[in-house]
């Protein structure tokens, strides 16, 4: 043994050692640096080998010493050089980019890009929380309103809310949820906004809508946060009593996801209005689309580039885009008409202005924010994206799989429940998942929103993956349901439902371009430790000198990518062990842990790699783009799922439900990586593939049998199906409605089931002569052969009568499809 201390090979192995280990633990470099120097030093002195191959060494191994702790000679040789690279290979940041990325704030989805996630720091984070007032809420207000929603009615005979939903609506101040106090609002937290919109979209989609946007893309929102005080005091008050219907008008036939060009102008001028002259204001021209509310809408909030030809406030010419209030009775403003949005009835429309004339006072916030408009717009209204489309998302889903898994279980095909077959199991175990996974990443968003986090990216990645896994959901749904998911009439709300998903897949920043635009493109700048420091330095939005500022961050950058790769590589050959995991957690989700802390290094090194090939191209390469946007995506709902069970206690009813999200999710993310290491070529591809998978892929799906376990938990009354549709709207028993129905007969099925069996096997068994197609003589024989009581029989009859209410059908009259309501023609299915 000390003879091999004094073999060169020896002292290789220790500096590699010590660099590995300094990469894996991401250590400082004035701690590995002595390290490696002592192991440098014991090279010299104590190797036999000769002169010429120590001192080939000793540069070899002092060299990153030497750059890690003498600072003029680093920015001399690596520095400086890196910094004419990145000018070179990086575009410049728009003002509008700029804009976009310092918006919110980043939370768990910066601890996803560094590989290293703090999962204690996660679980200890507040869970959401409803306060006696938001629950009294619930209980009140909104079960009266979702009492007196038919959404049928509403979307295809009034082709409106009812004008008793209208005025409840107004009463009791649902448009000014989020709204304090202090202005007449009711102060309800994000979660309590939240849950109101979801219960009311369980029951009609169109009337959550016409209640979400006041309190999501509304003017209250920008106004609270830079209204001038004349500002707040007039109009906050009136928008939460209702006495100003608000909207807000962004998208213009050429700006949609392109705010940056928006064609709308605002020019400078003087003019008259309320009977005073010579007002300094501005003379505005819009056309807006897609506007909810527009049609009926008040107080517009308008988004406009504004223009200064005249010098009236200063030297410049072109102030930017600016936000301002415009009263819909203003000369010039032209609202009323309406879009039709996939059949669905929320109130949505075009709004114009032409010659339009505002006092300059009517901008959001005064002189002082003319030209900040879309910093504005950023600032204040990405949260919406995390809080009210997953509130009508997991709604949707909720619904669904309440329908479905009732369906599953009372409609029989070859005298079999459809829940008990494999393929319908298939649908309904990835429904029930979906439901976990979105209500936990709805939740566990929620809390960080209300503890002042306004995570961009994080309203991204909840905007995308809830609407696209609400359209999963309602198609699961409908084909579980077969051709009764298909006859539109009010006997099958999923006819609804199934118009949903595809409006909220294009509002608030259409699905395509936040998967591969937003999430990761965004994500990789305002997430990753190093890259937005080393991107200011390099374009002098720093303090100081920005050779220094870059030098600090390129040091950063490289020890997190070095780690990165070691970590990755480690995690791939030992499937995550020696990663951190935090304490308390149940040994059986240990596991998970390690596998996401894997995921977690891959990802954080393939970013540096796809971003160090492809530079300042990368946000060109949408698919590329798109996929690494998936893998941060399911980080993320595998993190929330996690946070979400234990913030429970983690229940026995929802474990099958937790572990399904988890590999589902990990399985996706490893499916992202494979299709990244096939489509980028090269070096960085190999990379990838040796980073990703050292031995191979070692992930799969969920197993068929946890899905089936998944699907029967759900097809029958009980804890799992109850918490899983948590927080939906349920109709008084009774009242003839399809879900209440459904559920009734559901129950009443599993509680029969051995009285049905019996009477099966006795048929099998010859031992009744009947018609099996007429159950009432069916009954009756049984009766007569003393398979059955009496009493047993009536029971089958009720039963019976159940099911059959529950699994039909409406019909029409071959003129019923356009009827007369009011003087209008209407669809009816």
């Not at 010429?52 to 890690?68: D, E, W």
């Not at 008793?164 to 994000?190: H, T």
């Not at 504005?376 to 998302?393: F, N, Q, V």
């Not at 009010?490 to 999430?519: A, D, S």
Request: contains cysteine; aromatic residues 8%.
């Amino acid at each position: 043994m000390l003879e091999w201390l004094d073999t060169q090979a020896f002292w290789w192995v220790a500096i590699a050692a010590f660099l590995l280990a300094a990469a894996f633990f991401s250590l400082s470099r004035w701690i590995w640096a002595p390290l490696v120097a002592v192991a440098v030093a014991g090279l010299v002195v104590l190797s036999p080998a000769g002169p010429v191959s120590l001192s080939l060494a000793a540069v070899l191994a002092g060299l990153p010493v030497l750059l890690a702790v003498v600072g003029p000679l680093r920015r001399l040789v690596l520095t400086r050089p890196m910094m004419a690279f990145y000018r070179r290979a990086m575009p410049e940041i728009s003002e509008t980019e700029r804009a976009a990325l310092e918006a919110g704030s980043t939370w768990w989805d910066a601890e996803l890009f560094t590989g290293r996630p703090d999962w204690a720091r996660l679980l200890s984070f507040p869970a959401a929380t409803l306060s006696e007032e938001e629950q009294a809420f619930l209980e009140g207000p909104t079960e009266r309103l979702c009492a007196m929603l038919d959404d049928y009615r509403i979307d295809n005979i009034e082709r409106d809310l009812p004008q008793a939903a209208w005025d409840l609506i107004k009463n009791e101040r649902f448009f000014g949820m989020v709204i304090p106090k202090e202005y007449g609002g009711l102060g309800f937290s994000q979660y309590g906004h939240a849950a109101v919109v979801m219960k009311i979209a369980s029951r009609s989609i169109s009337a959550a809508l016409t209640v979400m946007i006041p309190n999501s893309v509304g003017p209250a929102k920008l106004l609270l946060k830079y209204g001038s005080k004349a500002q707040k005091q007039y109009y906050i008050p009136r928008l939460a009593r209702a006495e100003e219907i608000p909207c807000f008008a962004l998208t213009s036939a050429d700006a949609g996801s392109d705010a940056g060009s928006l064609q709308d102008t605002g020019v400078i001028c003087r003019g008259s209005v309320d009977g005073k002259e010579d007002v300094l204001g501005i003379r505005l021209n819009f056309d807006k689309r897609y506007i909810t509310l527009g049609p009926v809408a008040t107080l517009l909030g308008v988004a406009f580039r504004l223009q200064d030809p005249d010098g009236l406030l200063g030297d410049k010419a072109e102030l930017g885009i600016t936000l301002a209030l415009v009263p819909a009775s203003s000369p010039g403003v032209e609202t009323g008409r309406r879009h039709d949005p996939n059949q669905m009835s929320f109130l949505n429309g075009p709004v114009r202005g032409k010659d339009v004339f505002v006092p300059l006072d009517n901008v959001i916030g005064g002189h002082d924010f003319v030209g900040h408009g879309w910093r504005m717009l950023m600032e204040s209204l990405t949260d919406g994206r995390a809080i009210s489309l997953p509130a009508l998302s997991t709604a949707t889903a909720k619904t669904s799989l309440r329908l479905a898994s009732a369906y599953a279980r009372v409609r029989e095909q070859f005298g079999v429940a459809i829940a008990d077959f494999e393929g319908i199991q298939e649908k309904l175990g990835r429904l029930a998942g979906n439901n976990y996974a979105m209500d936990a990443a709805r939740l566990v968003t929620l809390a960080a929103l209300d503890e002042g986090h306004k995570p961009s990216v994080i309203s991204a990645i909840m905007k995308y993956n809830m609407t696209e896994r609400a359209r999963e959901a309602v198609n699961d749904a409908v084909e579980i349901h077969g051709g009764a998911g298909v006859c539109l009439g009010p006997k099958n709300p999923l006819g609804q439902l199934q118009r949903f998903p595809n409006i909220g897949i294009t509002v608030e920043g259409h699905n395509i371009l936040t998967r591969t635009l937003i999430t990761f493109g965004q994500g990789a700048i305002r997430c990753h430790p190093h890259l937005l420091d080393e991107l200011n330095a390099v374009q002098g939005q720093v303090e100081g000198a920005p050779v220094k500022a870059f030098d600090k961050a390129l040091m950063g950058h490289l020890g997190h990518a070095l780690g990165n790769g070691v970590r990755s590589l480690v995690f791939g050959v030992s499937n995550g062990r020696f990663s951190r995991l935090p304490s308390g957690v149940p040994r059986s989700l240990k596991p998970y842990y390690r596998r996401l802390n894997r995921a977690s290094a891959s990802f954080a090194i393939i970013s540096d790699l796809l971003l160090l090939s492809y530079r300042g191209g990368l946000k060109r390469k949408e698919q590329l783009a798109g996929r690494m946007a998936d893998a941060v995506s399911q980080l993320y709902l595998a993190s929330t799922a996690l946070k979400h069970a234990h913030d429970r206690g983690y229940p026995e009813e929802t474990s099958e439900a937790l572990r399904w999200t988890l590999e589902d999710s990990l399985y996706r993310i490893h499916d992202s990586f494979l299709s990244l290491s096939h489509n980028v070529g090269g070096m960085t591809g190999w990379l990838i593939r040796r980073l990703a998978f050292p031995v191979g892929r070692r992930w799969r799906a969920v197993p068929d049998a946890r899905v089936r376990r998944l699907a029967s938990a759900v097809s029958i009354p009980g804890a799992s199906r109850d918490s899983l549709t948590e927080g939906m709207y349920r109709p008084e028993e009774g009242n003839g409605e399809r879900i209440d129905e459904l559920d009734r007969a559901m129950v009443a099925m599993v509680e029969s089931s051995p009285l049905r069996r019996k009477l099966r096997k006795a048929l099998r068994k010859g031992q009744i002569s009947a018609d099996p197609g007429n159950y009432s003589g069916l009954l009756k024989a049984a009766v007569e052969a003393e398979v059955l009581q009496e009493t047993d029989a009536q029971r089958l009859e009720s039963v019976e009568a159940l099911r059959a209410q529950a699994i039909a059908v409406d019909e029409f009259d071959q003129l019923g499809y356009f009827v007369e309501e009011g003087g209008r023609t209407s669809g009816m299915g």
